[in-house]
């Protein structure tokens, strides 16, 4: 079946300092989606992206969807601790296919 | 963004008893909504997808039978874990989707703990 590679499992950062996650897959997507989900929490949406070659911001958040349909990034520039927690990438194949394939997820950790 | 509910946050039940838990989309109408179950530190698994008045499409090795879905309205659906064992505790999350949407949003999440 599909799969997403994410990457990295985890991050240890700096107050401050940028972020930057990916995911992969060996098959096409057509929507790119990024969800950050807090402990005891659903996911929350961040960011969804629907054509190849997309660059979308909201705020501190940017992801691009890949010209392949293959991947995805995400980078949160200027890290503060609210900013801590598992970020999820998931992708929908088509819009007849309504389920999407999730990330393993990026676990977020901020040093204050 | 769109507004999902769940309904209860928390539950404790004791093993071989049923577990209803609602999934609400408040202002907007959800044709089609999914169930997943979270493990600790794993990600989402789906178990199953239902549209507005028709059977639940479950995921591969997730018994029909066992987690029981009904999406009566557009606005509701609900998850039932019959016979409920320990192996059942998990948090268990719904989302929606509207009719033009492309995303999902999901709720809040359910902890189940079987007993």
């Known amino acids: 079946g599909q799969q997403l590679n994410q990457s990295p499992q985890s991050m240890f950062i700096q107050e401050g300092e940028d972020v930057s996650m990916n995911c992969t897959s060996s098959s096409i997507f057509n929507t790119w989606l990024w969800y950050k989900q807090d402990p005891g929490e659903g996911p929350v949406l961040l960011i969804a992206l629907y054509k190849a070659g997309e660059l979308t911001s909201n705020g501190r958040l940017t992801a691009q969807f890949g010209i392949t349909r293959k991947d995805s990034f995400l980078n949160i520039s200027a890290s503060i601790p609210s900013d801590v927690g598992i970020y999820f990438c998931a992708g929908q194949g088509s819009q007849g296919a309504q389920k999407l394939v999730f990330g393993q997820g990026t676990r977020l950790t901020i040093n204050p | ?115």
């Open chain 2, 1 to 115: 963004g769109a507004v999902v509910s769940q309904h209860p946050s928390r539950v404790i039940c004791k093993s071989g008893t049923s577990v209803k838990i609602e999934c609400r989309s408040l202002d907007f109408q959800a044709t089609t909504m999914f169930w997943y179950r979270q493990f600790p530190k794993q990600s989402l698994m789906l178990m199953a997808t239902s549209n507005e008045g028709s059977k639940a499409t479950y995921e591969q090795g997730v018994e029909k039978d066992k987690f029981l879905i009904n999406h009566a309205s557009l606005t509701l659906s609900t998850l039932t874990v019959t016979s409920a064992h320990p192996e059942d505790s998990s948090f268990y999350i719904c989302s929606a989707r509207g009719q033009l949407a492309d995303t999902q949003y999901f709720g809040p999440g359910t902890r189940l703990t079987v007993l």
